[in-house]
C-alpha cells in the first residue's frame, strides 16, 4: 500500500502532462498532490468527528433543575430545547468546515510557491552539474565538477562523474601522446630509405632504367608518407592546444601567400583564381604556424579536387562588430567541380573521409587535410563549414573571432606577418 501512493501521483502528473515538463515542476506538483489529498483527509475526519458529536449532543438528557407543571409541558420543552442544540451543532460543524475548506485551499496556493522553492533547491546541484558537464569538452577535459556538500546520492554522482573525466583525460593524452610519438619516431626510417635510394642512385655507371623508375616511384610514396605524418603531428598538436608562436594575423595576406606560393600547380590545371573581397581589417588571434596551415590547406584541397580549366575564388571578410567590440573573421574559399552530395560533403571534416575515387589520397592528398582544418579552427573558438555547391564543387567556410587591428597596424607588422 505504501507504493501505490506514488506510484499513482505519478501517474496523475503523467496524465496532466507534466512528464514533459521540467523535474522541478513535477517535483512541485508531487507535493502539491501530497498536500491536497493529507488536506482532504483531514477535513474528512474532522467531519465524522463532528457528526458524531452531533449525533450525541442529540442524545444528550435533560438535566434541569426546573420542575414542567405537566408531563406534557415538560416533553415539548425537551424536544424544542434538543432541536436548538442539534441546530446550533450544525451550524458550528457547516462554519468548522468552510472555515477549514477555505484554510485548506489558502495553503494549496502556499504550498505551490513552498513546493517550487524546496524542489529547486532539491535539484540545484544537478544544475550546476548540468552546467560544468556542458562546459566540459575534449578539449577541456582536465577540468572537473568539483561538487562540494554532504556524502549523499548527489556528491556520489559528481565524484563518479569527475573519475569518469579523469579516465577520458588519460585515454585522451595516451591518444594525443602516442601519435605524436609514433609520427616523430617514423621520420627516422623514412629519412634514412630515402637517404639510401640517394646512394643507390649515385652510384658511379650506368643505371637500370627499372631501377631508376622503382626509385622514383618510391621516392613519391616517402614523400605521401612524410606528409602524412606531419599532418598527424600538426593535428595531434592542435588537438593538445600546443601553440608557441601566438599573435595578431592578417588572414587575408595569408591566403594571398598560400595562393601565390601554388601559382605554379594552378597554372598546371588551367585554373583560374578570383579573389572577390579581402578586407584589411580582418585581424586574429593566434597561431601564426597553423592558421598559415589552414591556408594551405584549404587552397590545396580547391586545387586537388578542381576540374581542369575550373575556378578558384577567394574571400576574406570582417563580419560584426567594430574596432573594440569583436565580430568575426570568416575565410571563404569556393571551388569548381562535380556536384557533390551535401550529406557525405558534412563528413569531409573527419580524417580520412573522401568522396568518390577522385579523393583517394593519391598526389598531394592524405585525407586530413580539411580534418586539420576543422582542429584548428576548433582550437581557435572558431568553425568551419562546408557545403556543397548547387552549381558543382565544394564551398569551405572558416570562421575565426576577430581582434582589434589598431595595434597591429605598427611599422612592419605585415612583415612579421608574411615573414
Given amino acids: 500500500m505504501k507504493g501505490e501512493l506514488p506510484r499513482r501521483l505519478t501517474g496523475l502528473t503523467a496524465r496532466l502532462g507534466l512528464r514533459r515538463g521540467t523535474a522541478r515542476a513535477r517535483f512541485t506538483a508531487l507535493y502539491v498532490a501530497l498536500f491536497l489529498l493529507s488536506g482532504t483527509a483531514l477535513l474528512a475526519i474532522a467531519a465524522v468527528a463532528a457528526s458524531g458529536g452531533s449525533s450525541s449532543s442529540q442524545a444528550a438528557p435533560d438535566n434541569g433543575t426546573e420542575q414542567p407543571a405537566t408531563p406534557a409541558q415538560a416533553q415539548g420543552r ?12 450544525d451550524t458550528q460543524s457547516q462554519q468548522i468546515l468552510i472555515g477549514s475548506a477555505i484554510a485548506l485551499g489558502v495553503m494549496a496556493v502556499v504550498s505551490v510557491g513552498l513546493g517550487w522553492f524546496v524542489a529547486g533547491r532539491v535539484l540545484r546541484p544537478l544544475r550546476v552539474m548540468t552546467v560544468a558537464t556542458r562546459r566540459i569538452t575534449a578539449d577541456s577535459l582536465h577540468e572537473r565538477l568539483a561538487i562540494d556538500g554532504p556524502g549523499d546520492e548527489v556528491k556520489d554522482l559528481a565524484d563518479t562523474i569527475d573519475d569518469l573525466l579523469g579516465r577520458l583525460e588519460g585515454s585522451f ?85 598560400a595562393v601565390a606560393g601554388r601559382a605554379e600547380d594552378i597554372a598546371a590545371k588551367g585554373l583560374t583564381v578570383r579573389e572577390k573581397r579581402i578586407d584589411d581589417s580582418a585581424w586574429v588571434w593566434g597561431s601564426r604556424t597553423l592558421l598559415r596551415r589552414v591556408a594551405d590547406n584549404v587552397i590545396d ?63 598531394r592528398g592524405s585525407g586530413l587535410g580539411l580534418s586539420i582544418v576543422a582542429a584548428i579552427a576548433e582550437a581557435h573558438s572558431g568553425s568551419l563549414e562546408l557545403r556543397a555547391r548547387p552549381d558543382g564543387g565544394l564551398r569551405v567556410a572558416i570562421t575565426i573571432p576577430r581582434t582589434d587591428d589598431r595595434a597591429t597596424k605598427a611599422p612592419g607588422a605585415e612583415t612579421d606577418v608574411a615573414r
Avoid: C, Y
Fill in 78 to 89: 425537551i424536544e424544542a430545547l434538543e432541536q436548538q442544540l442539534a441546530q446550533a451543532h
Fill in 173 to 257: 593524452d595516451a591518444q594525443r601522446l602516442f601519435v605524436a610519438n609514433a609520427s616523430h619516431e617514423l621520420r627516422t626510417p623514412l629519412t634514412t630509405m630515402r637517404a639510401s635510394l640517394d646512394v643507390a642512385l649515385a652510384k658511379p655507371g650506368p643505371v637500370p632504367e627499372t631501377t631508376a623508375t622503382l626509385a622514383a616511384r618510391m621516392r613519391t610514396e616517402l614523400d605521401q608518407v612524410d606528409r602524412l605524418l606531419e599532418s598527424f603531428l600538426v593535428l595531434a598538436r592542435t588537438q593538445h592546444g600546443e601553440f608557441t608562436d601566438t599573435g595578431r594575423l592578417a588572414l587575408g595576406q595569408l591566403v594571398l601567400t
Fill in 301 to 363: 584541397n580547391a586545387i586537388t579536387h578542381n576540374d581542369s580549366g575550373g575556378w578558384i575564388g577567394v574571400e576574406v571578410r570582417a563580419e560584426g562588430g567594430g574596432r573594440d567590440d569583436g565580430g568575426t573573421v570568416s575565410l571563404v574559399v569556393e571551388s569548381s567541380g562535380r556536384v557533390l552530395d551535401q550529406w557525405r560533403v558534412a563528413d569531409l571534416a573527419q580524417p580520412f573521409r573522401r568522396l568518390g575515387a577522385d579523393r583517394t589520397g593519391t598526389g
